[in-house]
């Protein structure tokens, strides 16, 4: 079936046009005249303008007199810098030159950052009588941050801005790292801020040289009878709410499902606009080309999902199922968030989202009052394998203000905050039952409804104040998954990357040839052979020249092999072999599929 979807009437073919733009990566007004001179502005196909925005190229050109052009250049100059200032919100317009500055790193969107932002200062300025105003910084999502961060703590290593203390701990002054908070994110990648740093070299009571690990984290330091009131048990379904160590403490959780368009379904499924039940619905291969998956090479949330999937259906099944859906793949792309919205648009049928960013999108094209089962963008909690997990907040080391950074966790664990993750917005009229907080006004966000999860239990208790002003009804620690992570989230970018993402044109062509031979139905036995060519794995060369099968009892010393510090690049080289590996047998199975099919053509004829 084709993506392209029915239009009106075609626009007539115009002679092409050469544009050029800031988005030809000139970057200015001069870059652009510069690039016109070198002949490398963009060229943009007639077709794409209406006839009557088309100006024949036979026109003679304006020219502006120099004095004039230079004034529209440093016009258009001015507008650039000045329409973000301008744009601000008031409040961060408002900011009192005495407030004190929080520097956080977090994959959080923008509504939550302003959110945070302004009832953090509000919380703060009630209890410390002094405003803060908090300075986001978004390099990316959870993986660029940590690479971020970890050339943030080399750096500081190289140059000994480290002090290793007598209990092996290593010690750095405030104000070494930029940032003083990573705000968001999932519990892995927050683990990896524990496990993942720099290892310096350093002189152990005994004389001998030892290596010790720097954590970009530091333990939080608040006392168990505060942790005993925030948390209690600290367990959701199988995961933690916090480090033991309080190397990183939740403040949200997260659900990862299924965000699905019922129009586009019932056009792809013959009418059935059912929404999916499960992950395997997403394997239909009536959906080939138009499932939105993100990359989880550069989304530690989506990451997060395949390994949910692996960890409930097993390894071969797991595998299985991410093939299989992979197949089906309109694109790969490197921001959660754009699935979500690419559903809402009908851009594609169904994709894998965070909670949040599912309700949100389908919340974003609800009609006011509308139910949210009649809206034509849901979202679903597939039954029995809903993973849950801690989104944290962390100290991190050597920051320049670790007090006010600890001020923001407490900040963060406080019923006010949690309200901010699910109660309606003091715009919505529902507000107007949101129960009344310290500061004597209504609990809940001001502006953007964020359609999170609150990690308090108290939060739930059907019995409390705060639950039934919920959004979502959702119990997370109801709902929470008891399978446990079998450890196989290593493998997820190597393989996706190999079997899907960079093969994609040859998975999806695979896929279709293979349902087309199916569909004829007249040579089973070689559907079945090529059915399993396509789930197949490839063959891991190791070091030492010796091939191990790529299955689950092999996969420990397949990884130890990836991350041999004496060969540093056979991480890459095995993902190349395996890459050429799905390539060649992709289209090898096309091939025979396609024959096979033109053969029960010519023989029905």
Known sequence: MSNRRASASPIPELPPVTIATFASGMGSVSGIGGALRGRRARRVSGAMFAPSQYIPARRAPYTCPVNAARAIVLFAFVLVLGVPLLMRPAESRDVPDNARRLVVVTPHVQQIRDEFAFAFNDWHQRHYNEPVVIDFRTPGGTSEIIRLLQ??????????????????????????????????????????????????????????????????????????????????????????????????????LSSFGIVYNTDILAELRGGDAS?????????????????????????GSITTTFDSILSNQGWDGGWRTLRAMSANTRYFTNSATKPP???????????????????????SIARPGQAPETVRVGYVDPAGSVYIDADPVSLLRGGPSPELAKRFIEFCLTKEAQALWQFPARTSADSERNPVGESGERMGPRRHELRRLPVRRVMYDPDGPYFEHFRDRVDAFAIASQTRPRGWRSAIGPLMGAFAIDTADDVRNAWRALHRLR?????????????????????????????????????????????????????????????????????????????????????AR
């Open 275 to 299: 929404a999916p039940e499960d992950f395997d619905a997403l394997t239909d291969p009536r959906l080939v080309g138009w499932i939105a998956l993100a990359d989880p090479r550069f989304s």
């Open 341 to 363: 919205i690419d559903v809402s648009q009908g851009e594609a049928a169904a994709g894998l989202a965070i909670d949040f960013y599912g309700r949100g999108q389908a919340q």
């Open 151 to 252: 050339s943030q703590y080399e750096a500081a290593v190289r140059n000994g801005q480290f002090r290793v203390e007598p209990d092996g701990s290593v010690f750095m002054q405030a104000g070494t790292i930029p940032f003083d908070l990573m705000f968001g994110g999932g519990s892995y990648d927050h683990g990896r801020l524990v496990s993942a740093g720099p290892r310096v070299r350093a002189t152990g009571p005994d004389g001998a040289a030892t290596e010790t690990p720097v954590p970009m984290s530091a333990p939080a330091g608040f006392n168990e009878e505060q942790l005993d009131d925030w948390y209690g048990e600290n367990a959701i379904g199988a995961e933690r709410l916090y480090h033991p160590e309080q190397y990183w403490l939740g403040t949200a």
């Open 519 to 603: 569909d004829a139905g007249s040579n089973p036995e070689l559907a079945d052979e090529l059915e399993a060519m396509f789930f197949s794995m490839p063959p891991h060369l190791m070091p030492d020249g010796t091939e191990l099968a790529f299955n689950e009892a092999n996969y420990s010393v397949i990884r130890n092999s990836w991350r041999d510090p004496e060969h540093p690049e056979w991480a890459k080289r095995s993902e190349i072999r395996y890459a050429k590996y799905f390539r060649e047998t992709y289209r090898e199975i096309t091939t025979r599929a396609e024959a096979a099919v033109r053969a029960s053509e010519r023989a």
